[in-house]
């Protein structure tokens, strides 16, 4: 269900493809955010006691009509988030998986018999109560799901902030499960600021998990919050990662998917390899092979089916972006549609200096920088000079290279000659600074849950 409010303002939210305004959206104020957090902890009496086959049979019927709409919610994503039509109806299809996924949690979720002398020693793994996500605005369907889904599972209760700037499918999911059966307050969407909501999330002793993605900096702000109640933290944060090409490898095939995994979402992505490394043998063919595959992307208006890249979602995060390329020198650049819109063309920059901003800092836009290494060492060394530590790629013929090297990079998740980082049902987090914790898998419903020892006298 959806908690909204006439006191916390409006946000109007806007197609970035086209800069028109799409629909003006309810900000919650604090009161609204207590009231929302109130109802669900009311709700988490009767969730946690629902039957496990009644929960999972809920969660499936959820998925079901999650399914029957995945035009509907793509279609949403395309208007507010510029996301291409392939990727939004990846990302709604990933909602309904999470669901699907986790629906078989309830039923499984054992614990264990210890043997003790002089009784009886079980555990238990008992839902926390009230949930509280907080989304970004890069992925909103999927990320909303990667928390509440195993939440729900667990026997939680959520309350669901989604980004200012990208609210509409957590607004359409939040009905579409009450159309699905589940109880009211149960999952209650609370479209709002940042730092009136989140925060509240943060402060609120009734919310005892909070599970945030977004930027490092509010990260660490919201950790030191929880820090106050001792409260559960799950943290997705930025990423630097890396896409390491030895010489050994099918180059061909290695600059053909590069810009994908950098671009892809106008290059918002935490998972983005936006460091590409090359062995310096091969540096001149992969930068000449990479070339073509970064002036043939079609970057074009989402609406059109064919667009293979988007727009920014903001002209701030435009602004920040080009503010990186100032004075760059660039070595490819793609294109990019004329007119109203946030766009940035794909771009390519060669470097050597490894303190140069555009290397060490999270652009989050579709620019990529390309610089030479020397051997495995120089390669890793340079890979892990960065405070952040989730993702990255290894193309090597050399299986015993790849693993090696994949062991090697401080990072939570890793792919040898392809990108693929997620998978809902393979734990995804990352090292360092990039987070706190792993989401997705078969032990995230676990992450929701307290384990309780009971030890009954015989
Ligand atoms: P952000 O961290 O400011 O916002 C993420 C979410 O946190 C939003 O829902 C926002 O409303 C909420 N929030 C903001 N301040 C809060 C506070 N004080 N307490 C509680 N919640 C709060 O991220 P952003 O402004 O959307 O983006 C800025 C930069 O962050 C990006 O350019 C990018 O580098 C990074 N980012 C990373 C990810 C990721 O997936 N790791 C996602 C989005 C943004």
Redesign the pocket.
Known sequence: MLSTSSTGGTHTVVNPATEQPIVDVPLASVDDADAAIEAAHEAFHSWKAVAPGERARLLRRFAAVVDAHIDELAELEVRNAGHTWGNARWEAGNVRDLLNYYSGAPERMSGKQIPVPGGLDVTFHEPLGVVGI??????PMP?AAWGFAPALAAGNTVVL?????TPLTAIRIGELALEAGLPEHVLTVVP????V???R??THPLVRKIC????????K??MA?CAEQVKNVTL????KSSNIIFADADLKAAAASAPYAVFDNAG???CARSRILVERSAYDDFVALLEPAVTGMRVLDPADEASEMGPLISAT?KE?VTGYLAGVDVAVAGSAPGGPGFWVPPTVVALEDPMAPIWRE???GPVVAVMPFDDEADALAKANDTEYG?SGSIFTNDLGRGLRVARGVQAGNLSVNSHSSVRYWTPFGGFKQ?GLGRELGPDAPYAFTEEKNVFIAH
Do not use: H, M, Y
Request: proline share 4%; aromatic share 10%.
């Open positions: 907080i989304v970004p605005w890069n992925f990320i902030k989604p980004a200012e700037l709002g600021a940042g730092t909501v989140g925060e999330f943060v945030f993605t977004g930027s490092t900096a509010v990260g702000r919201i919050g997705e944060l930025g990423g918002q992505d935490c995060q920040r999270e652009v989050f989730l990039s």
